[in-house]
């Protein structure tokens, strides 16, 4: 007959097993794996706070992991108060812990009256607007994801950038990120930006005429806030970027639609009565149509003359492998009339939500100010982080690797559609990352993304780039950034057939 603490035992076993499942194969360690899975039993409620925990020999044997990984897990909860050693007892809960948390929700307060109308409190439904396909944000689960604007996962320097995090965690750089800085940003990141980011665009300018963002989308709001009233004219590309159309709407201001050709913003009249134009002159989004320099000339001379301000969006600056890049718009200005908008997202990494902006100083000031009312400030220590991998030169050496990535993708894709979809499109002047693709007459954008969606591949419909989409709109936008190059002819051998099928149907 088996004794009672024989019992015990086979009775727990169980239960340790269900409440912690570890795996090598998952990106963390199995000590972590095993601390958070015992924080996780601890919150819940699920370990008796009078009844010791497993020795770690024995938790060790269960689990079937080495002995000092439950040992370095105990201690580590031990330090941070989870846990109370009890000599020759054992580990225990630490129950105040545990119940300084509610036990359950509270009890709400009984009432007869009607939840509130939330339809008429909205003062704006920034949800109805037309915008791009949330599913975007899941490219991973697409075979063949013809995104543009994320980073490839293979492309990114893990060990560079965990260098600088390393950097970053240093105890002196801590004290420094730690406090509250208000409105201010990381001094290394300004001068940085400053000095390694600009100039390549031709801008020199002073680290107070530099607003850092919570990327380049953050920008535009506080622009949009400052600079756009209700009533004001907006001179907008035609098709264009919908986060920002959207942006500038909420403003409640007239948004004029502007023409986009084979050199980018067409400039005529119909910029004469607008207060403020926006405008992606390196890399038109969407069509990645570049603005000839005569043509910045003409828009600079026109902004002038008509007392316009000009938003510069240079979202993909960095990205040009297929011709000398033409100078920022911004560098060419000589009365401060643009407002220049980057950010990292298309290089280092869009989680980090990083980007900038540069203006003149009273500008500048007042972005700081309202930024500071809507989030204070970018976290710090990733800012610190972003500047060291600026300052190491590690940032130069990935748009370079980036680059020589893109080019020979872009050639795959120009190759493929050139073979199943002629005639649809032409390769973008200077790089990007991207294709604008026009769809044969009479077939819906939207359901080409549809099926397309189906069938694993992720195309992009233009019609939300459009003001006003029309039968006679229909495109694609085939991004590469984020696809295989060996993917390429193949996704858009596929994309031809069902766009074939789509035709005939």
Known sequence: MASEPERKHKNSQP??????????????????????????????????????????????????????TVVHAYQHLMDEGYLLAEERR?????????????????????????????????????????????LLG??????????????????????????????????????????????????????????????PRGLWVSTDQILVTMGAQNALYLLARLLINE??????????????????????CNIVPLEIDEQGLVVDDRLNECDVVFCTPSHQSPTTATMSLERRHELLKRASDHDILIIEDDYESELNFAGAP????????????????GSLSKTLAPGLRLGYMVGPTQLIDE??????????????NNQNAVAHFLALGHHDSLVHRISASYKLRWQALDEALDEFMPDSSSAPAFGGSAFW????????????????????????????YFMTPSSDKAYLRIGFS????????????????????????
């Open 15 to 68: 239960m340790w097993r269900q409440l912690i499942r570890l795996s090598s194969d998952r990106g963390d360690s199995l000590q972590s794996q095993l601390r958070r899975a015992l924080v996780t039993a601890i919150l819940d409620g699920h370990i008796p706070h009078h009844r010791p925990l497993p020795s770690s020999r024995e938790l060790a044997r269960q689990l079937g992991v080495a002995r000092n």
């Open 90 to 134: 054992g580990y225990f809960v630490n129950s105040e812990l545990v119940n300084s948390r509610l036990a359950r929700a509270p009890q709400p307060v009984a009432s007869n009256a009607e939840s509130p109308n939330w339809d008429k409190r909205f003062l704006t439904r920034p949800s109805a607007q037309r915008n791009l396909d949330p």
């Open 138 to 199: 899941r490219w991973r689960d697409y075979e063949y994801p013809f995104t543009a604007g994320q980073t490839d996962p293979a492309l990114f320097p893990i060990n560079e950038w965990r260098e600088c995090c390393r950097q970053s965690l240093a105890v002196q750089a801590i004290t420094e990120w730690m406090p509250d800085s208000v409105d201010n940003d990381d001094p290394l990141l300004l001068e940085q930006i400053q000095n390694r980011v600009l100039p």
């Open 231 to 252: 009533g004001d004219t907006v001179g907008f590309e035609d098709p264009g970027y919908p986060d920002a159309r959207n942006i500038f709407k909420l403003r409640n």
């Open 326 to 341: 033409t100078p920022a718009l911004k560098s060419l200005d000589g009365n401060d009339r643009v407002i220049y908008v």
């Open 367 to 380: 972005a700081r100010a309202l930024r500071r009312l809507m989030l204070r400030h970018p976290p710090t």
């Open 437 to 464: 693709v026009k769809l044969p007459v009479g077939i819906d954008a939207d359901a080409v993304q549809e099926e397309a969606s189906r069938n694993s591949i992720l195309a992009v419909s233009g019609n939300p």
């Open 482 to 505: 984020s696809i295989p190059v060996e993917k390429i002819r193949p996704g858009i051998e596929k994309l031809a057939s069902l766009v074939d099928l789509i035709r005939v149907c």
